[in-house]
């Protein structure tokens, strides 16, 4: 017996909805529930405090430090570097073996996994150069990781200005970098804060890459070879070394809405870029 | 009356394909020169040849030369940037930059190191009025400008290649989504501005090569097939396909 | 003057342009040499197919890690590959614009979760559950399979929504027009035009997979044995590397170094496959 296509349709319909919405369920699920267990941690003096008896009691101060020194060290290196590369892929050159290799490296690095990141960092950073665990060796080792990220957004932000503008600024003498300068960086600016904001959002989740190149100290770091923890690492730590679970919800709630508040408005500055556009 | 322009065997190639074929001819300064022919004729190739705006895409193979002012403007060494400001462009599609009326004009100057704010406002001034526009946005120079209408927008583009003071305007279909108080407004500018400048004209719009310009070429296929006087191109061409065209059986 | 400044910025710039490719370098330099000879001496046979992972005693087989990897990335898929692919046809054929274009991005923040949280979550609720109804320790194969599945599902998601975009509307207006259901469109037109960029989206997501480390650490269990059901403990070649680099030396260090060479041309093979795919789906335009 054949069941009519408008049935099939009906269940094709709830079924594909129902998947969204259980997708959104769980996003919903776990957000809250961290938050629910870990906002009545977050105090003042959580958020100030220095950790005593190894994290069971106090304060998370050193790793909100951490937390922000680190990625603020990978972007302040990665950012230049990688806006400039993707100038010069998309205004300096044509399309030749040249630019097809640096892509492939580009893409390459952007499917390494993390724990890869580290074990380099490690072995490069840490013991051939000689910085030991420190906020040194691990910035060097995320601004390496989220350098794809940012040649990629970059690129396509670039892409994006009209040619016709290029072509205007050309036509009334400019110089490649001049046209750069005044014409595509300026209207290419928005897209390419968007992938630096998603960029600090995933360096300040990242655990793996970090354990093995800022070492874990709790201790508020003074220099830049000073080894440190970030909250990542921390809320690590305690869950899996079952040292405070109070805590260890505590750091996850405040780890969370530090990335959801960095990524919703790297959002919300991508779309007000696209709606001044139209 | 001297030669502004000379084009001896020009051929021109973009990788295999071949886009110009031995275009000869002399362009005198301080006139309007229209350039007509069907789509695909080569005439905005050859346009933007003039101040080497094809090196943007793929760096073309030139056969024969291009002469302004008795130099090869593409012999090794020559000062590409130099030459687009001695000659600016309008384009088909009006594109102002994303930046006020003021900011636009002053763009190409700025580019050359003038700075002095006496001087650009002076620029300003006399850009805007050469275009035409100067009544239309005098209150409002710091507004966007892409606020203005389509019309406006292209006299904007002008008054901005005119701010860089070139010795030649290369005009590529300017009027071409244009109403026609905004063309005839074009028309005038032009008209005036052969005084001090080179103008030209590449136009599908054959009636208005007939009102404006002082001699037409009529380029074919990548080909030049005839040249001259406007009126007499117009009226008692010498070649079968110029009068084809004019009269409209292709197109 | 001004163009010696143009021709400097350019030679800068080019400088800079090659950073990208020689970490890659770096990166495949270093971690090569202190790998590679490890293998060498070892043998690659014994590395990778005895099942006996004993350091102190100087045995390096990797291949229940191995297993583990390859059933956890597995489960991953059948998890995180339908529901993606479900989720991505909803928001791109039934739902109206308007509410995609906020529901995406929603969904996206999926992708900003630290992965230490989902490891979190499923250790404090998902293992929990399992050991309850299922039996078995809870950190488990199947743990492991499901928070992997979710975390891939923003990828899956957004480059299968980019893919079904693409295919042109007149596809879909054809066969609307001779009286299919959108139902039936999706089902005969859209998802075989855009079979390739699903594909590619889900390759990618399963590359993800295979390189997470911490949520895998917490929720999989960490015992070192060929799993033989689900609910069985399981380590992952990215647990082995993360749990004993800290206090591994001499051969031991270098063997695990060795399986991140592994993994690392598992992950670059398996990327590069998606990115032929997803180019495959560009030429077709």
Known sequence: MRIHPRHIQKVAVVMLGGAALFTLLILI???????????????????????????????????????????????????????????????????????????????CLAGIPSIIFGLFGYIFFVVTLGLGWSILSGGLTLAVMILPTIIRTSEEAIRSVPKSYREVSFSLGATSWQTVKRVILPNALPGIVTGVMLSIGRSIGETAAVIFTAGSSLRLPESILDSTRTMAVHFYILAREGISQENAYGTAATLIIAVLFINLSAYWMMSRFIAKRS | MNDKFNIKNLSFYFGKKKCLSNINFDIVANEILGIIGPSGSGKTTFLRALNRMNDLDIMPRVEGRILMDGNDIYATGYDVVSLRKKVGMVFAMPVPLPMSIYENVVYGPRLSGISDKNRLDELVEKSLTSAYIWEEVKDRLKTSGMRLSGGQQQRLCLARALAMEPDVILLDEPCSGLDPISTSKIEDALTILKKDYTIILVTNNTKQAARVADRTAFFLMGGLVEFGDTKKIFTAPDQKETNDYITGRFG | MKLIGEKGVQRALMFTAFSAISALLLIALFILSEGLPFIFRYGIKDFLFSNDWVPQQGRFGIFPMIAASLWVTFGAMVVGAPLGVAVALFLSEYAPRPVMRVIKPTIELLAAIPSVVYGFIGVMVLAPLIREFLGGPGLSLLGGSIILGIMILPTVISISIDSILTVPQSYREGSLALGATTWQTIYMVTIKASKSGIIASIILGLGRAVGETMAVIMVAGNSVNIPHSPLDSVRTLTANIALEMSYATGMHRQALFATGVVLLVGIIILNSIASVALRKRMVKK
């Open chain 1, 29 to 107: 699920f776990i957000i809250g529930f961290i938050l629910e267990k870990g906002l009545p941690v977050i105090s003042l003096r959580f958020l100030t405090g220095k950790p005593e008896d190894l994290g069971r009691s106090g304060g998370i101060f050193p790793t909100i430090i951490g937390t922000i020194l680190l990625p603020l060290l990978a972007i302040i290196i990665a950012t230049p570097l990688g806006i400039f590369t993707s100038v010069y892929l998309s205004e300096y050159t044509k399309e030749t073996k040249l630019t097809k290799v640096i892509r492939f490296g580009t893409d």
